[in-house]
T-cell receptor, first 116, second 114 residues
Framework: AQKITQTQPGMFVQEKEAVTLDCTYDTSDPSYGLFWYKQPSSGEMIFLIY??????QNATEGRYSLNFQKARKSANLVISASQLGDSAMYFC?????????????FGQGTELSVKP | DGGITQSPKYLFRKEGQNVTLSCEQNLNHDAMYWYRQDPGQGLRLIYYSQIVNDFQKGDIAEGYSVSREKKESFPLTVTSAQKNPTAFYLC?????????????FGPGTRLTVL
């Protein structure tokens, strides 16, 4: 069975500093995708970044980068130069093969608080 | 603007009542999904549909029903059989559900049972 684990219920970071949010996953499927979403207090899930299991390079999107270590089955999100607006819940998610309906399996989330 | 709309934003239900949550998308996506989120928790899949007139149960389908009569619409009915329906409900869609397809979400409906 596929599983996502986020072991940090809450994190604090000083404004303008970098922060790493941890995510480990478990799957026997050789083909999978990993996603990170941000959920502000309004509730909407905002897509941040994607990493495919066959991608050779770590994904980057602006201030977001993904530290993908396939052998360790980890896909940590790195946010550089934190801003106050980054305060939110962050969810790591995994998608398996198309034949599983394309559903996403989510972790429990990490609540990030950015301090001025 | 393309996107996913959900209505209503807040919904109050009396015990024993069925209620229907609306989800519409104009992204021309084939697949649509309903997730439930409880406080402090991740999202759990209720139902999904990869094509019109077809849908599949997710991990927590008991007490819920759906229909997919149009590509753009995927309404969710919370029936009286759902024992603890108070939660935040999120609708999502993507093109086909391949490994690389990004799944986009609507703004959510917060359901409270009185």
């Amino acid at each position: 069975a596929q599983k996502i684990t986020q072991t940090q219920p809450g994190m604090f970071v000083q404004e303008k500093e970098a922060v790493t949010l941890d995510c480990t996953y478990d799957t026997s499927d050789p083909s999978y995708g990993l996603f990170w979403y941000k959920q502000p207090s309004s509730g909407e899930m905002i897509f941040l970044i994607y990493q495919g299991s066959y991608d050779q390079q770590n994904a980057t999107e602006g201030r977001y980068s993904l530290n993908f270590q396939k052998a360790r089955k980890s896909a940590n999100l790195v946010i550089s130069a934190s801003q106050l607006g980054d305060s939110a819940m962050y969810f790591c998610a995994m998608r398996g093969s198309f034949y599983q309906g394309g559903k996403l399996i989510f972790g429990q989330g990490t609540e990030l608080s950015v301090k001025p | 603007d393309g996107g996913i709309t959900q209505s209503p934003k807040y919904l109050f239900r009396k015990e024993g009542q069925n209620v229907t949550l609306s989800c519409e998308q104009n992204l021309n996506h084939d697949a649509m999904y309903w997730y439930r989120q409880d406080p402090g928790q991740g999202l759990r899949l209720i139902y999904y549909s990869q094509i019109v007139n077809d849908f599949q149960k997710g991990d927590i389908a008991e007490g819920y029903s759906v229909s997919r009569e149009k590509k753009e619409s995927f309404p969710l009915t919370v029936t009286s059989a759902q024992k603890n329906p108070t939660a935040f409900y999120l609708c999502a869609s993507n093109t086909r559900g391949n490994r690389t397809d990004t799944q986009y979400f609507g703004p959510g409906t917060r359901l409270t049972v009185l």
